[in-house]
């Protein structure tokens, strides 16, 4: 292996690899039993109190969805001798499962990400394994991608966490020659599996790996919570997110959107979990006039809250960064050579901070 140190991504990285090392990319549709219909209710499948969820609950029939599914050269779903860790990469506001292939572009006629995965395997940067690209609203009306913040596809992000752990996560792990199990429900189950799943998430997605993912704020319009928004934006939070630590080993946030939770509330989350943040990415331009300040925002305070629930924390900012793919694409690089090591979990807040 390579080593680890955060670096710029290498220009050979973004063109293509021979065809034979080139790995496919499915679109899938599955099941949803948990989102946000048309009345702002809460449909689930699962016991969920309306307490935990921060509106009603209630029972109805299940949608259907898609997401894309990365999978390596090589990939042979007959072969059972061979098992892969997962990094479920998650979309911006105005973005869907698509758009870390077509607004992140081509070079030399395939798409920029997986010339990027490709390379990082084909180089022994890092080992085998599925990359999911899910659309991250769980709401009835998913596929709109516009920006209403009264709009109940928008609610849908900040709830996505029950479709992650109930829906999108089982299919996979059903469909797909995974290492991780999420029906075993052991002790030493959780522990196994967790250290083979990561996410990570640009600006809106961001944001979800933090507030979801973590233990932050779940937010709706500020015309149904009858307060102000901080932001001006329209929307302000509700109630806190049980977090998803029990299922995630491996957190990156790329520069997460303003409705991102303060680093103290992350920090408390974290500290009041069973289980060690094994490592927590973040990153952001400092150009970036949407979420330089939320970026900020996010990290001041969460180490020193978390207790020792977090091993390692990478503070990077890229100077002349904007709100782009520039950023997002070193930031999927990195991470993608930081997660499924064996941390030590005696070593507690190694904070890495850099300016690139």
């Known amino acids: 292996m390579r080593s680890k140190n955060v670096t710029a991504v290498p220009a050979e990285y973004f063109k293509s690899v021979n065809d034979e090392l080139q790995g496919t990319v499915q679109e899938v549709t599955y099941k949803v039993g948990n989102y946000i219909n048309l009345s702002r209710q809460f449909v689930t499948d699962r016991n969920i109190d309306g307490s935990e969820a921060g509106r009603e609950t209630i029972v109805g029939d299940a949608i259907l969805k898609k997401c894309n599914v990365y999978l390596p050269a090589g990939y042979d779903p007959t072969d059972t001798t061979v098992s892969y860790n997962v990094l479920y990469l998650l979309h911006g506001v105005g973005g869907d499962h698509d758009e870390w292939f077509s607004s992140n572009g081509k070079s030399d006629g395939r798409f920029i990400i997986c010339n990027l995965l490709d390379h990082l395997i084909v180089n022994g940067d890092i080992d085998l394994l599925i990359v999911v690209f899910p659309n991250g609203r769980s709401a009835y009306d998913w596929t709109d991608t516009s920006f209403n913040t009264e709009g109940t596809n928008m609610l849908g992000f900040y709830y996505f ?27 030493e189950g959780i522990l196994y599996n967790r250290t083979h799943r990561a996410i990570a998430g640009l600006s809106m997605g961001g944001m ?76 952001c331009g400092d150009a970036d006039g949407v979420a330089n300040g939320s970026y900020i925002k996010s990290i001041d305070g969460l180490i020193h809250q978390s207790g020792n629930n977090l091993n390692h924390f990478y503070q990077i900012l890229i100077k002349d960064g904007f709100h782009d793919f520039h950023v997002w694409n070193h930031g999927a690089f990195n991470f993608s050579r930081l997660i499924f090591k064996n941390y030590d979990d005696h070593v507690r807040s190694h904070v890495v901070s850099k300016t690139l």
């Not at 996560?169 to 075993?184: G, L, M, Q, R, V």
């Open 161 to 187: 966490d029950y479709e992650l752990r109930y829906d999108l996560i089982p299919f996979i792990e059903s469909n797909y020659k995974t290492s991780a199990d999420i029906t075993d429900t052991s002790y």
């Open 208 to 283: 979800q790996t933090l507030n979801l993912i973590l233990g932050g704020y779940r937010h709706d319009s500020t015309r149904i919570t009858g307060t102000e928004s901080p932001w001006n934006n329209g929307l302000d939070k509700t109630v806190l997110a049980p977090g998803m630590i029990d299922l995630f080993a491996y957190v990156g946030t790329f520069s997460s959107a303003p409705t991102s939770s303060d680093g103290k509330t992350l920090g408390l989350s974290l500290a009041s979990c069973i289980h060690n943040l094994h490592l927590l990415y973040t990153t």
